[in-house]
């Protein structure tokens, strides 16, 4: 019996959870991001934030959402962390997420939760502004 509980919990999550992999080191992620040849997707959140959980639950378990973020090296950090909040512009609420190149340019900065479909316009925005500004 207990066999066959591992083995569905392994088919299940195979099936069903593909989590997210997330960086806490800011300047970590990109490096990996430049070697990888990535774009980045940094959330900016708070440790009793109901809409950046909501975000998280919802939105980023997403299996559609989470198939467009493989393309990404995802970073989370905390607004509190003051030496990260000084490399990035000013945050006025979180969840802030910011879709950044591996240089650090800023495609795009989405503040707030969003439901799946608007998070996906998101980043199609996002990869219509880098495409852009490569022509």
């Known amino acids: 019996m207990k066999k066959i509980v591992i083995l569905m919990g392994i088919v299940w999550g195979g099936l069903f959870g593909s989590e997210l992999v997330w960086q806490k080191d800011i300047d970590a992620a990109f490096e990996i991001a430049q070697k990888e040849h990535k774009n980045i997707m ?3 959140e708070s440790q009793n934030c109901r809409w950046c959980k909501k975000m998280e ?3 980023l ?3 559609n959402v989470q198939k467009r973020l493989a393309a990404y090296s995802l970073v989370k950090v905390s ?3 003051e030496r990260i909040m000084d490399q990035l512009p000013m945050i006025h609420g979180v969840p802030t997420i910011f879709f950044m190149t591996p240089e650090k340019k800023i495609l795009q900065k989405v503040v707030g939760y969003f439901n799946i479909e608007d ?6 925005d996002a990869e219509r502004i880098q495409s852009s500004s490569l022509d």
């Open 42 to 44: 940094l959330m900016v």
């Open 57 to 59: 639950d919802e939105t």
């Open 61 to 63: 378990a997403d299996e």
């Open 79 to 81: 607004r509190g962390e």
């Open 119 to 124: 998070f996906l316009g998101y980043i199609d």
